[in-house]
């Protein structure tokens, strides 16, 4: 299939149009083409907008990581990194429950039964 329309087909376009219009509903035919095109392209170029604007505030608000070195030594990156407990950097290790707040299993209530019809 064509990704364009020649001379030739415009023409056989424009003669098919004007049987079926008609001379008299041709020129309106046209003008409400012409707006529709022309308000899909401006709906095209608002979206272009939008989405480049949307894409360069989230490029701005990640910051890039930057990589220490002091006295010659290697960068150290987020991998080479973990807390005492082996948690990944930034991730707080969880608080220990209390061990009396806890129910046990004696202490829990029996679950309730609903009344048999």
Known sequence: MPSSLGPAEIIVILVVALIVLGPKRLPEAG??????????????????????SAFDADQAIQPQPQAQVADGAPPVTAADVTAADGAPPGVAPPAPAPEAAMPTREDAAPPEVPPAL
């Open 31 to 52: 003008r409400q083409v012409g707006k529709a095109l022309s308000e899909i392209r401006r709906w095209t170029a608002d979206m272009k907008s939008e989405m480049t």
